[in-house]
């Protein structure tokens, strides 16, 4: 059988092969998450004091809470429409628009009961800190893999 979307033959795809990958590279992107879940309310603390917006630590973790369970859902979904074979580049796409476009800045500015232009504000320079604080953490544990896994060999 042929998906006709992508052209590729389905019928002999093993889903433990698809999905099975390293435990370095499992360890290294729960690590990644962990470091990210305690560091982005700092970064949106930050961003809300720039803007003299009364906000603590608790306000920003429940909010990079709620943002990680449903990006982390929605993830789940479109890799499940990716697997059967839709475009993924298109699907990426939509579901960043979807999730850090207007989920993110919608629950932004709900929780912290800001206008449009705040909100819009407040988002886009937490959202570019943020993309930054991933570069910086991807490098280093990159980093890290690699001298760990030159050790380990």
């Known amino acids: 059988m042929v998906n006709y979307i992508t052209g590729y033959a389905v019928e002999n795809i093993n ?16 690590v990644g998450f962990l470091i990210a879940l305690f560091i982005n309310p700092l970064l949106l603390g930050l961003t809300t004091k720039i803007f003299k917006i009364n906000n603590d630590y608790k306000k920003s973790f429940i909010t990079i809470v709620i943002f990680y369970i449903v990006s982390i859902a929605f993830g789940g979904i479109v890799a499940l429409i990716a697997y059967w074979g839709t475009n993924i580049p298109r699907i990426s796409a939509i579901s960043w628009i ?18 449009l232009k705040k909100g819009f ?12 604080l991933g570069w910086i953490i991807g490098l280093i544990l990159l980093i890290g893999g690699l001298i760990a896994f030159a050790f380990l060999k």
């Open 121 to 132: 504000l407040v988002w886009l320079i937490w959202t570019v800190f943020s993309y930054v």
């Open 15 to 30: 889903l433990a092969e698809v999905s099975g990958m390293p435990l370095q590279f499992i360890i290294m992107a729960v």
């Open 98 to 115: 979807l999730i850090n476009g207007i989920f993110a800045f919608w629950l932004i500015k709900k929780r912290y009961e800001l206008d």
